[in-house]
DNA sequence: GCGACAG
DNA sequence: ATCTTGTCGC
């Protein structure tokens, strides 16, 4: 079956001019959904090991009842000269159900605010060899948390009409309720709310949040936190239960983890 | 002009 | 993102 399009014309097209770009931007913002709209929920999701505590029938926000744990999606790249290898991991009760990965030429450098441009054609490449449907996706980089609330994480979501979630180790736009440089306990989530440089919607609105996954013992030193946002179909504190729920030991979510190392593996099979 | 910016 | 050994501090 293979995950496709289903708005082609969002498909990051990096022959446009920076303005064309932005307004492409704005329309896939305008057609976003910044709420819950997923099948599962994110008390369905489960770690390798977890009993299933929990009668999946009860965690399913369709009719059609699903007694299968939500299949989870990681998605990262890796680059080797002017290719980008893009590489998707898909697990299901914390195990690796398939992992795909393509090699695409990229057409531009890296500018802050078009990342999609750049990767976008790798990602939706992968995308066409997986045979499995994921029901989230966590996408390497900013959702909502952007200039025109079109980041990677909502290019692809809206663009394969898929629920997505931005997991950035960085902040790109947008002010933290509290500053990033203190350490905090794990599970600590800062709201980071719109300001003048996200020009689409009203300053103070929640556009993600700061979520600390991993936490050292010692008051010493200490791990900075994710930057979680969401990309379509998930509101903000959803996107950051679907990270937590699937952190497991590290900083990075596994499904995230896992497409890391895989996008690194692949790019030795480049020349 | 300066700042500031995911990967 | 990528180039890369040791090393600081659990």
């Known amino acids: ?12 097209d990096p022959a446009l001019s920076q303005t064309e770009m932005e307004e492409l931007q704005r329309d896939i913002a ?10 599962v929920l994110p008390e369905a999701i489960t ?46 009760n914390g195990e690796v159900i398939e992992r ?26 992968a995308f066409a060899e997986l045979e499995t449907d994921p029901d989230v996706v966590l996408v390497d980089g900013s959702g909502r948390i952007h200039f025109r609330e079109a980041g990677l994480a909502t290019h692809i979501g809206v663009t394969l009409d898929v629920p997505a979630v931005g997991v950035a180790k960085n902040l790109l736009c947008g002010t933290p309720e509290q500053s990033l440089d203190e ?17 689409t919607c009203p300053d103070g609105t929640v556009i993600g949040h700061a979520l600390q996954t991993r936490q050292y013992d010692s008051p010493n030193r200490h791990i900075n936190p994710l930057i979680v946002s969401p990309g379509h179909r998930v509101s903000a504190s959803t996107a950051a239960d679907i990270v937590e729920a699937t952190a497991d030991g ?13 996008a690194d593996e692949a790019k030795a099979t480049v020349e």
């Open 1 to 12: 079956m293979t995950v496709h399009p289903v708005r082609p014309e969002f498909v990051p």
């Open 30 to 39: 305008a057609a976003a959904r910044f709420e819950d709209e997923m099948d």
């Open 47 to 92: 770690r390798t090991g977890d009993a299933p505590d929990v009668d999946q029938t009860t965690l399913s926000t369709s009719a059609d009842d699903r007694t299968e744990p939500p299949f989870i999606a990681g998605v990262d790249q890796a680059f080797v000269d002017d290719k980008a290898v893009s590489a998707i991991v898909v697990l299901q």
């Open 100 to 125: 795909v990965s393509a090699v695409e030429r990229t057409e531009i450098p890296y500018i802050p605010g078009l990342l999609s441009f750049r990767e976008g054609g790798a990602i939706l490449a």
């Open 183 to 199: 350490r905090y306990p794990e599970g600590t989530r800062i709201p980071i709310t719109a300001d003048d440089s996200v020009e």
């Open 250 to 262: 590290y900083k990075l979510p596994e499904p995230t983890r896992l497409a890391d190392s895989y």
